[in-house]
């Protein structure tokens, strides 16, 4: 039954492309509203569970990690919750001109830390927003590439087989399941994704900044 069954499904489900697949159709059900991780991760936690325990077997005995992607290595995924959107945080936080998202900043802080994102999500909103989806569907994606070439080569250890609660912070996460490396390569990327949001939370804040210069003036003028 192993030879047969679990090990070609195993193969397939936590294959890169799989995995690629996976989460941009996370990434889509949310953009139209629907809770993307409960509706895939049912499908791909078992197999992927099933990595980090053998590399949990392989790091205490010493042995080479025999997997790239586990369970775990979503913590390179997910800074922040799915779409990455730590970076998107950072970005209002600090360059934001309109007041709307300068507030949505401040408040998304604490919960963003802890990769909870529904406030960006629907404070934004990314759902049913044309603009902010395209980078909240492919900022993950270059970051799942990035990160298992960055493993494949070496730079960064793979994950040790440490099963982290989804609530650990992004670099804390990294140092517990790769090593130091680990948690430099999750301050990269958190600003690799900065990078990347920027021009488009650059249009919307732009949009809610003449909305708000409108209303301002229209105040004014009664």
Avoid at 6 to 17: K, M, V
Avoid at 34 to 45: D, F, K, T
Avoid at 178 to 193: E, K, M, Y
Wanted: aromatic share 12%; proline share 7%; glycine share 8%.
């Amino acid at each position: 039954i192993y030879s047969a069954l679990q090990a070609p499904l195993t193969s397939i489900g936590t294959s890169l492309p799989a995995y690629v697949l996976s989460d941009i159709l996370m990434q889509v059900l949310w953009v139209f509203g629907i809770h993307g991780s409960n509706v895939v991760l049912p499908m791909m936690e078992p197999l992927l569970l099933a990595n980090t325990a053998d590399n949990a077997v392989a790091y205490e005995a010493g042995e080479a990690l025999p997997h790239i992607i586990t369970r775990q290595f979503s913590r390179y995924v997910a800074l922040g919750g799915g779409g990455a959107t730590f970076g998107l945080v950072l970005v209002m936080l600090f360059f934001a001109k309109s007041k709307q998202y300068r507030s949505l900043g401040r408040l998304s802080l604490a919960p963003g830390f802890f990769n909870i994102n529904e406030p960006i999500i629907f404070g934004i909103p990314i759902v049913l927003n044309p603009i902010m989806a395209i980078p909240f569907i492919f900022v993950s994606v270059i970051m799942i590439l990035l990160t298992y070439f960055v493993m494949y080569i070496g730079l960064v250890p793979f994950t040790n087989g440490l099963n982290v609660p989804w609530t650990t912070p992004p670099i804390i996460g990294g140092l517990l399941i790769s090593g130091w490396r680990g948690a430099v390569w999750q301050v990269i990327q958190i600003i690799l994704t900065m990078a990347m949001y920027y021009p488009f939370f650059k249009v919307v804040d732009q949009q809610a900044l003449d909305l708000e210069h409108g209303e301002q003036v229209e105040s004014e003028l009664n």
